[in-house]
Protein backbone atom coordinates (compact mmCIF):
# COMPACT_ATOMS: atom_id res chain seq x y z
CA UNK A 1 0.00 0.00 0.00
CA UNK A 2 1.00 3.60 -0.25
CA UNK A 3 1.37 6.34 2.18
CA UNK A 4 0.18 9.50 1.23
CA UNK A 5 2.66 12.00 2.31
CA UNK A 6 3.28 13.06 6.58
CA UNK A 7 5.40 16.40 7.76
CA UNK A 8 6.80 16.76 10.64
CA UNK A 9 6.41 20.51 11.75
CA UNK A 10 7.95 22.18 14.25
CA UNK A 11 6.34 25.23 16.03
CA UNK A 12 8.42 28.20 17.82
CA UNK A 13 8.86 26.26 20.86
CA UNK A 14 10.90 23.42 19.75
CA UNK A 15 7.74 20.63 20.28
CA UNK A 16 7.30 18.28 16.91
CA UNK A 17 3.51 18.47 15.45
CA UNK A 18 2.49 14.75 13.76
CA UNK A 19 0.13 15.15 10.45
CA UNK A 20 -2.10 12.60 10.21
CA UNK A 21 -1.13 10.11 6.77
CA UNK A 22 -4.50 8.45 4.71
CA UNK A 23 -3.98 5.35 3.57
CA UNK A 24 -5.49 3.03 0.18
CA UNK A 25 -5.35 -0.05 -1.30
CA UNK A 26 -3.49 -0.03 -4.40
CA UNK A 27 -4.80 -2.24 -7.70
CA UNK A 28 -2.54 -4.55 -7.36
CA UNK A 29 -3.57 -5.45 -3.89
CA UNK A 30 -7.06 -5.91 -4.75
CA UNK A 31 -6.37 -8.37 -7.65
CA UNK A 32 -3.37 -10.42 -5.99
CA UNK A 33 -6.06 -11.31 -3.10
CA UNK A 34 -9.03 -11.85 -5.85
CA UNK A 35 -6.42 -14.44 -7.03
CA UNK A 36 -5.74 -15.74 -3.15
CA UNK A 37 -9.18 -16.08 -2.76
CA UNK A 38 -9.83 -17.73 -6.04
CA UNK A 39 -7.11 -20.09 -5.72
CA UNK A 40 -8.61 -21.13 -2.32
CA UNK A 41 -12.15 -21.83 -3.34
CA UNK A 42 -10.62 -23.58 -6.30
CA UNK A 43 -8.59 -25.81 -4.62
CA UNK A 44 -11.06 -26.94 -1.87
CA UNK A 45 -14.24 -27.66 -4.00
CA UNK A 46 -11.24 -30.01 -6.61
CA UNK A 47 -10.49 -31.77 -3.26
CA UNK A 48 -14.29 -32.60 -2.53
CA UNK A 49 -14.83 -33.82 -6.30
CA UNK A 50 -11.13 -35.82 -5.69
CA UNK A 51 -12.57 -37.40 -2.80
CA UNK A 52 -15.77 -37.97 -4.35
CA UNK A 53 -13.89 -39.64 -7.42
CA UNK A 54 -11.77 -42.06 -4.93
CA UNK A 55 -14.42 -43.31 -2.46
CA UNK A 56 -16.38 -44.40 -5.69
CA UNK A 57 -14.00 -46.29 -7.69
CA UNK A 58 -11.81 -48.14 -5.10
CA UNK A 59 -13.66 -50.19 -2.64
CA UNK A 60 -12.23 -49.31 1.06
CA UNK A 61 -14.58 -51.37 2.83
CA UNK A 62 -13.39 -54.68 5.18
CA UNK A 63 -14.04 -57.80 2.76
CA UNK A 64 -15.81 -60.43 4.88
CA UNK A 65 -15.51 -64.45 4.10
CA UNK A 66 -17.82 -65.69 2.01
CA UNK A 67 -18.85 -68.91 3.67
CA UNK A 68 -20.89 -71.32 1.62
CA UNK A 69 -22.91 -73.94 3.75
CA UNK A 70 -24.05 -77.03 2.37
CA UNK A 71 -27.83 -77.10 3.49
CA UNK A 72 -28.72 -79.97 5.41
CA UNK A 73 -31.62 -82.45 4.97
CA UNK A 74 -32.67 -80.54 1.89
CA UNK A 75 -32.06 -83.50 -0.61
CA UNK A 76 -33.86 -87.56 0.74
CA UNK A 77 -35.01 -90.13 -1.14
CA UNK A 78 -37.55 -89.81 -3.42
CA UNK A 79 -40.36 -92.01 -1.33
CA UNK A 80 -44.01 -90.87 -0.97
CA UNK A 81 -44.92 -87.36 0.79
CA UNK A 82 -47.02 -87.47 3.66
CA UNK A 83 -47.63 -86.03 6.76
CA UNK A 84 -44.36 -85.74 7.64
CA UNK A 85 -42.74 -84.56 4.51
CA UNK A 86 -45.10 -83.50 2.86
CA UNK A 87 -44.95 -79.40 1.87
CA UNK A 88 -48.47 -79.10 2.70
CA UNK A 89 -51.37 -80.05 5.33
CA UNK A 90 -52.65 -83.01 5.08
CA UNK A 91 -56.20 -83.62 3.84
CA UNK A 92 -59.29 -85.30 6.22
CA UNK A 93 -58.95 -88.29 3.79
CA UNK A 94 -55.82 -89.19 5.88
CA UNK A 95 -57.47 -89.19 8.92
CA UNK A 96 -61.00 -90.94 9.19
CA UNK A 97 -61.02 -90.99 12.72
CA UNK A 98 -60.91 -86.67 13.43
CA UNK A 99 -64.86 -87.08 13.33
CA UNK A 100 -64.31 -88.02 17.24
CA UNK A 101 -63.93 -84.73 18.97
CA UNK A 102 -61.03 -85.60 21.85
CA UNK A 103 -59.04 -86.89 18.64
CA UNK A 104 -59.16 -83.73 17.06
CA UNK A 105 -58.79 -81.62 20.12
CA UNK A 106 -55.76 -83.98 20.66
CA UNK A 107 -53.99 -83.25 17.19
CA UNK A 108 -54.94 -79.49 17.16
CA UNK A 109 -52.40 -79.20 20.54
CA UNK A 110 -50.15 -81.30 19.01
CA UNK A 111 -50.01 -79.76 15.97
CA UNK A 112 -49.99 -75.88 17.78
CA UNK A 113 -46.79 -77.06 19.81
CA UNK A 114 -45.33 -78.37 16.93
CA UNK A 115 -43.68 -75.68 15.39
CA UNK A 116 -44.72 -71.81 14.47
CA UNK A 117 -42.80 -71.07 11.20
CA UNK A 118 -44.19 -73.86 8.72
CA UNK A 119 -47.24 -73.51 6.43
CA UNK A 120 -48.89 -76.91 7.16
CA UNK A 121 -48.90 -76.01 11.02
CA UNK A 122 -50.02 -72.24 10.79
CA UNK A 123 -53.29 -72.10 12.94
CA UNK A 124 -56.34 -72.84 10.66
CA UNK A 125 -60.26 -71.67 11.07
CA UNK A 126 -63.03 -73.71 9.44
CA UNK A 127 -63.62 -77.56 9.73
CA UNK A 128 -61.32 -80.29 8.99
CA UNK A 129 -63.06 -81.38 5.60
CA UNK A 130 -61.48 -78.47 4.01
CA UNK A 131 -58.67 -77.65 5.33
CA UNK A 132 -56.17 -79.61 3.52
CA UNK A 133 -54.88 -81.63 0.70
CA UNK A 134 -51.74 -83.49 1.51
CA UNK A 135 -51.25 -87.05 0.82
CA UNK A 136 -51.08 -88.82 4.13
CA UNK A 137 -48.46 -89.79 6.50
CA UNK A 138 -45.13 -89.63 4.57
CA UNK A 139 -42.36 -92.32 4.31
CA UNK A 140 -40.62 -94.03 6.47
CA UNK A 141 -37.16 -93.80 5.22
CA UNK A 142 -36.78 -90.59 4.55
CA UNK A 143 -38.24 -88.42 2.15
CA UNK A 144 -37.86 -85.05 0.15
CA UNK A 145 -36.94 -82.31 2.71
CA UNK A 146 -37.41 -85.09 5.72
CA UNK A 147 -34.91 -87.35 7.36
CA UNK A 148 -32.24 -87.87 4.86
CA UNK A 149 -29.71 -86.05 6.69
CA UNK A 150 -28.45 -85.95 9.93
CA UNK A 151 -29.54 -82.54 11.24
CA UNK A 152 -32.62 -80.43 11.00
CA UNK A 153 -33.40 -78.55 7.30
CA UNK A 154 -33.74 -74.65 7.07
CA UNK A 155 -37.67 -74.69 7.02
CA UNK A 156 -37.12 -76.72 10.64
CA UNK A 157 -34.62 -74.76 12.56
CA UNK A 158 -34.87 -71.19 11.40
CA UNK A 159 -37.16 -68.86 13.07
CA UNK A 160 -37.49 -65.45 11.47
CA UNK A 161 -38.63 -62.21 12.96
CA UNK A 162 -38.83 -58.85 10.99
CA UNK A 163 -38.55 -55.93 12.43
CA UNK A 164 -40.86 -53.30 10.40
CA UNK A 165 -43.00 -50.49 12.18
CA UNK A 166 -45.78 -49.94 8.68
CA UNK A 167 -46.49 -51.69 5.94
CA UNK A 168 -44.69 -50.19 3.80
CA UNK A 169 -41.18 -51.22 5.30
CA UNK A 170 -42.15 -54.56 5.31
CA UNK A 171 -42.71 -54.42 1.36
CA UNK A 172 -39.43 -52.91 0.73
CA UNK A 173 -37.99 -55.72 2.89
CA UNK A 174 -39.50 -58.28 0.70
CA UNK A 175 -38.55 -56.46 -2.26
CA UNK A 176 -34.85 -56.47 -1.44
CA UNK A 177 -34.59 -59.99 -0.60
CA UNK A 178 -36.87 -61.02 -3.39
CA UNK A 179 -38.98 -62.61 -1.13
CA UNK A 180 -42.52 -63.78 -2.50
CA UNK A 181 -45.79 -63.95 -0.97
CA UNK A 182 -47.93 -67.02 -1.58
CA UNK A 183 -51.39 -67.75 -1.91
CA UNK A 184 -52.30 -71.18 -1.04
CA UNK A 185 -56.03 -71.98 -1.90
CA UNK A 186 -57.36 -74.39 0.10
CA UNK A 187 -59.84 -75.92 -2.38
CA UNK A 188 -57.28 -76.05 -5.43
CA UNK A 189 -54.20 -77.18 -6.16
CA UNK A 190 -53.50 -73.67 -7.34
CA UNK A 191 -50.78 -71.57 -5.94
CA UNK A 192 -50.08 -67.30 -6.64
CA UNK A 193 -46.73 -65.79 -6.04
CA UNK A 194 -46.99 -62.19 -5.69
CA UNK A 195 -43.26 -60.85 -6.17
CA UNK A 196 -41.74 -57.01 -5.43
CA UNK A 197 -44.61 -55.49 -3.40
CA UNK A 198 -42.20 -52.61 -2.86
CA UNK A 199 -41.81 -52.12 -7.00
CA UNK A 200 -43.72 -53.67 -9.89
CA UNK A 201 -45.43 -56.02 -8.36
CA UNK A 202 -46.20 -59.06 -10.31
CA UNK A 203 -48.64 -62.24 -10.01
CA UNK A 204 -47.36 -65.49 -11.16
CA UNK A 205 -49.57 -68.25 -11.26
CA UNK A 206 -47.91 -72.05 -10.04
CA UNK A 207 -49.17 -75.28 -8.36
CA UNK A 208 -48.37 -77.23 -5.24
CA UNK A 209 -46.21 -80.01 -7.37
CA UNK A 210 -44.40 -76.75 -8.93
CA UNK A 211 -43.60 -75.29 -5.81
CA UNK A 212 -42.94 -78.71 -3.75
CA UNK A 213 -38.89 -78.42 -3.47
CA UNK A 214 -39.32 -74.05 -2.61
CA UNK A 215 -38.78 -73.20 0.80
CA UNK A 216 -41.36 -71.35 2.64
CA UNK A 217 -42.34 -70.22 6.07
CA UNK A 218 -45.76 -68.62 7.49
CA UNK A 219 -46.13 -65.37 9.73
CA UNK A 220 -47.75 -66.11 13.70
CA UNK A 221 -48.16 -62.49 13.87
CA UNK A 222 -51.59 -61.78 13.03
CA UNK A 223 -50.46 -58.68 11.36
CA UNK A 224 -47.83 -59.52 9.13
CA UNK A 225 -50.74 -62.14 7.95
CA UNK A 226 -52.87 -59.19 7.55
CA UNK A 227 -50.27 -57.40 5.71
CA UNK A 228 -49.62 -60.40 3.45
CA UNK A 229 -53.26 -60.17 2.51
CA UNK A 230 -53.71 -56.82 2.04
CA UNK A 231 -50.62 -56.57 -0.39
CA UNK A 232 -52.11 -60.18 -2.50
CA UNK A 233 -55.39 -58.17 -2.20
CA UNK A 234 -53.98 -55.21 -3.65
CA UNK A 235 -51.99 -57.12 -6.37
CA UNK A 236 -55.61 -58.61 -7.72
CA UNK A 237 -55.47 -61.85 -6.21
CA UNK A 238 -58.49 -62.92 -3.95
CA UNK A 239 -56.99 -64.20 -0.42
CA UNK A 240 -60.89 -66.11 0.40
CA UNK A 241 -59.82 -69.31 2.22
CA UNK A 242 -56.38 -69.12 1.21
CA UNK A 243 -53.26 -69.49 3.48
CA UNK A 244 -50.85 -67.14 3.49
CA UNK A 245 -46.97 -68.14 3.12
CA UNK A 246 -43.94 -66.70 2.30
CA UNK A 247 -41.02 -68.11 -0.34
CA UNK A 248 -37.52 -67.27 0.00
CA UNK A 249 -35.18 -66.73 -3.03
CA UNK A 250 -31.92 -68.43 -3.01
CA UNK A 251 -30.19 -64.94 -1.98
CA UNK A 252 -32.06 -64.87 1.01
CA UNK A 253 -31.13 -68.27 1.71
CA UNK A 254 -27.59 -68.21 0.92
CA UNK A 255 -27.13 -64.60 3.30
CA UNK A 256 -29.30 -66.56 6.29
CA UNK A 257 -26.73 -69.50 5.65
CA UNK A 258 -23.49 -67.02 5.62
CA UNK A 259 -24.74 -65.35 9.26
CA UNK A 260 -25.61 -68.66 10.66
CA UNK A 261 -22.08 -70.14 9.84
CA UNK A 262 -20.11 -66.93 11.60
CA UNK A 263 -22.02 -67.98 14.45
CA UNK A 264 -21.21 -71.86 14.44
CA UNK A 265 -17.24 -70.94 13.46
CA UNK A 266 -17.18 -68.58 16.37
CA UNK A 267 -18.65 -71.61 19.08
CA UNK A 268 -16.94 -74.32 17.47
CA UNK A 269 -20.26 -75.87 16.59
CA UNK A 270 -21.26 -78.02 13.14
CA UNK A 271 -24.71 -77.12 11.41
CA UNK A 272 -25.85 -80.93 13.08
CA UNK A 273 -26.03 -79.35 16.12
CA UNK A 274 -28.34 -76.58 15.83
CA UNK A 275 -31.74 -77.05 17.36
CA UNK A 276 -33.22 -73.54 16.44
CA UNK A 277 -31.71 -70.28 14.65
CA UNK A 278 -33.47 -67.06 15.86
CA UNK A 279 -33.18 -64.57 13.11
CA UNK A 280 -34.05 -61.02 12.70
CA UNK A 281 -34.92 -59.17 9.77
CA UNK A 282 -33.91 -55.67 9.90
CA UNK A 283 -32.89 -52.36 8.24
CA UNK A 284 -29.26 -51.49 8.26
CA UNK A 285 -27.13 -48.91 6.52
CA UNK A 286 -28.08 -49.77 3.14
CA UNK A 287 -30.82 -51.57 2.54
CA UNK A 288 -32.69 -54.82 4.96
CA UNK A 289 -30.12 -57.55 6.39
CA UNK A 290 -30.66 -60.94 8.09
CA UNK A 291 -29.17 -61.04 11.61
CA UNK A 292 -28.17 -64.20 13.46
CA UNK A 293 -29.68 -63.55 17.17
CA UNK A 294 -29.02 -66.88 18.41
CA UNK A 295 -28.52 -70.33 17.83
CA UNK A 296 -29.72 -72.59 20.06
CA UNK A 297 -28.14 -76.31 20.37
CA UNK A 298 -29.23 -79.71 21.13
Known amino acids: MSAGKSTNATNGSGLVRFVKADTKVTNYDVVSSALVAALVIVGFFATILGLIWLTSTFNFDAKSTFVTVDPVGEVGDEKPEGFEDDAFDPGVEDFPE ?58 KRWKINYKAEDIDTYKKQLSFWKIDIGV ?16 QTNVIKSTRSNEGSSLYFAHIKQRMMRWDEAISAAAGVNTQDCNMIQFYSQEARQRIRNQEAKLLQRDRKQTTDIRETIIKLAAVDDGFDFIVEEIKYR
Open 98 to 155: VETPQLAQALEAVTDAVSSVRANLADRSGNAAVSGAGKGYGSREGGPGGGGGDGLPEY
Open 184 to 199: LKRDSDDVYRVSDPAG
